[in-house]
């Protein structure tokens, strides 16, 4: 197929008006947040003051992205259907673990970087390999979610696709550099607004457009509602994987990755960032599924009414996800079209910007002070957070660059990247958080043995991609804990550097 398959929209000039405007916005407010990220504490936790209602949105919306907007119904308008589904309720699990033993004890250690815990308890090794990793996910996630609304604008509106991404990522990196961690939190609370309402707005019109009981009949005759899949088969998708993937993932999202643990030092005091959590993931749970069910009234849409273009759209590679936007530049009218493709670029940003401050929290608090200036004043760190946001954006741009004609589903690739960059990352934090402390070495050769082990299942088996995590994660705790009974014991760790005004 070639790229005439797909014919191009007339966006108009108040749809353009309206992105313009969002985008200015976003800067904007980026300069507004100036004022209070004058240190490094408000750069990179906005000095603790912030409201937990605010960070719970913020929280909501790194969470969310343009995965969610794009990938997720994409998932349910395909063969999926709604068997992803059942990885939402498992979200509360997640929330009791994070909210009362994870939360507390970073807060209680007084870390702005979540990696400086596992210096603390077990070595500064450690310390070194998850923020490494994290930084190497940030990457790819960020990637994704530039080549996504990137994707969708070239798809619909004909938009250079290398230039778009471009133009996303400067626009991010400019309010991220300027405001800090409170420009990135309102940026983020404003962006979850926009992208619910969006996908409300979408829903309602498809289904006022067809009617509840036909929408019910085309659903139910495809078997889009179809939500378990009982099956043991280890190189499939079935709900048992799903189950165990979301457990072990999420909890090493919200427990170990710092664009989310970032923002628990944020708050005031830890109850309320346990509330700020709460909100945050008892909200995500009815929009994972209004996204799904967003995927599935696409599809019994465009069997009601066809529509060539959408199944040209499925059959090339990395176009499948452009589906959803197509529907809105195509079926919305003038003004809401717009707003709905801000809603998209407004899911993008939410993660991007979250990305890159956390991802200079890490390369600051990790290397750069942790290894190499540890006695410069707080104002050269602050210049060190801002050049590295801009270094981290355009690494961002080139993986971004490097996705064009390389994704097939964008959901089962994040959920690679995941298992692969955050290989044994779980399992280490475990042992951080075990009443004692865990030899070095048996920590060490457990993550070693949680690389091998990823190797040779990515490379030498079948397996599903949703059991790398649940392995990987076992694999180097189960080693650690066992080599810790065979070797001698060791001191009790060294604090790391002092904490840079995380507060307690």
């Known amino acids: 197929m070639t790229e005439t398959t797909v014919p191009r929209v007339d966006f108009g000039a108040l749809n353009y008006a309206i992105l313009v405007l969002y985008l200015v916005a976003m800067v904007a407010i980026g300069w507004w947040a100036r004022g209070r990220a004058k240190s490094t504490s408000g750069f990179f936790v906005g000095e603790g003051k912030l409201h937990y209602v605010l960070v719970g949105l913020s929280l909501l919306a790194t969470y969310l992205s343009a995965l969610t907007m794009m990938a997720l119904p994409r998932v349910s308008f395909g063969q999926d259907d709604f068997i992803w589904t059942v990885q939402l309720p498992c979200l509360i699990i997640t929330a009791l673990v994070i909210t009362r033993f994870v939360l507390p004890r970073l807060r209680e250690a007084n870390v702005v970087s979540v990696y400086e815990f596992l210096e603390q308890r077990i070595h500064v090794s450690v310390r070194l390999i998850t923020s490494a990793a994290f930084l190497v996910l940030s990457v790819g996630r960020m990637a994704l979610n530039l080549f996504l609304p990137a994707l969708a604008l070239h798809t619909i509106l004909g938009f250079d696709l290398p230039t778009t991404i471009v133009v996303i990522a400067v626009v991010v990196i400019a309010f991220s550099y300027i405001g800090g961690i409170v420009a990135v939190i309102w940026t983020d609370a404003i962006m979850a ?30 078997h889009k509602f179809r939500t378990f899949v009982w099956d043991l088969d280890w190189t499939k998708k079935a709900t048992l994987w799903f189950v165990l993937e979301t457990i072990f993932q999420t909890i090493r999202i919200y427990g170990t990755q710092q664009d989310m643990t970032q923002r628990y030092m944020a708050t005031e005091s830890t109850a309320k960032a346990n509330r700020s959590v709460w909100l945050a993931i008892l909200g995500y749970i009815p929009l994972g599924f209004l996204f799904y069910f967003l995927g599935t009234a696409l599809f019994v849409f465009y069997q009601a009414h066809p529509d060539p273009v959408v199944p040209t759209l499925m059959a090339r590679k990395g176009y499948a996800d452009a589906v959803y936007p197509w529907f809105i530049v195509t079926q919305l009218p003038t003004g809401l079209s717009g707003f709905m493709v801000v809603a998209i670029f407004a899911a993008s940003m939410s993660t991007l910007s979250s990305s890159l401050n956390s991802g200079a929290t890490v390369m600051v608090e990790d ?58 990352v779980l399992g280490l934090m475990a042992l951080a958080f075990l009443p004692f402390r865990v030899n070095t070495w048996a920590a060490l050769t457990g993550f070693l043995c949680a690389c091998a082990c990823l190797l040779y299942v990515t490379t030498q088996t079948k397996i599903i991609f949703l059991l790398w995590p649940v392995i990987t994660s076992t694999v180097c705790f189960g080693v650690a804990l066992a080599l810790h009974a065979l070797l001698p014991s060791e001191p009790s760790a060294a604090k790391a550097a002092p904490a840079s005004g995380a507060p307690k």
Do not use: P
Not at 197 to 216: Q, Y
């Open 367 to 424: 290397f750069y002070k942790r290894l190499f200036r540890r006695d410069r004043s707080d104002r050269h760190y602050l210049m060190v957070a801002r050049v590295l946001t801009a270094f981290f954006g355009a690494l961002a741009i080139a993986a971004g660059l490097a996705l064009i004609g390389r994704v097939e589903q964008a959901q089962d690739t994040w959920n690679k990247v995941m298992g692969v960059s955050t290989c044994g």
């Open 193 to 222: 607004v926009i992208f619910t309402l969006g996908a409300i707005v979408s829903v309602v019109s498809i289904l006022s457009g067809i009617g509840l009981e036909r929408f019910a009949d085309i659903a139910s005759e495809h």
